[in-house]
């Protein structure tokens, strides 16, 4: 799909491995491409990929759902409407995988991509975020 400013938006590939990482490590110092087949999608631009997104759509009682994860842009090409494009079609994959809504999460310090969700109608939500880190032994496991 072609997108804004001369992108191509596309499902990610093994080829892209390394750039999707060095975008990752954007997000977080600690982040590591660990999945193959994972449900994203990059922003490419004259071969060099510029920006990616995440888009988890799972099954649940009352019908599908999704999750958006992993939208980061490059230092170099942000504020030229990647990020946009990226979630806007993040959204019409969710729509025709026949999700009834996207959830997402974004840090109070990200305050460009908060106005960014904002701005393509998502409304914050008075929730509790919680988790579970799998990968370090659980208070009950420890006892």
Same mark, same amino acid.
């Given at each position: 799909?072609?997108? *804004? ?8 590939a093994?080829?892209? %491995? ?9 997000l977080?110092?600690? *982040? ?27 099954r649940?009682?009352t ?31 969710? %729509?025709?995988?026949?999700?009834? %809504? ?15 969700? $904002? ?22 496991? $420890? $006892?």
């Amino acid at each position: 799909m072609a997108g *804004a400013g001369g992108i191509t938006i596309r499902p990610w590939a093994g080829r892209d %491995r390394e750039q999707v990482q060095n975008l990752l490590k954007l997000l977080s110092e600690d *982040a590591l491409v660990k999945s193959e087949d994972a449900p994203t999608y990059v922003a490419e631009r004259d071969g060099r990929v510029v920006g990616t997104v995440t888009l988890c759509v799972f099954r649940t009682l009352t019908g599908p759902k999704a999750y958006l994860d992993h939208l980061v842009v490059a230092p170099d090409s942000r504020r030229r409407g990647i990020g946009r494009a990226l979630v806007e079609y993040a959204i019409e994959k969710a %729509r025709a995988a026949g999700a009834s %809504r996207i959830d997402l999460t974004a840090k109070s310090e990200k305050q460009p991509g908060r106005a960014l969700y $904002r701005s393509l109608g998502f409304q914050k939500r008075d929730t509790a975020s919680f988790r579970l880190n799998l990968t370090e032994p659980t208070t009950a496991a $420890r $006892r």
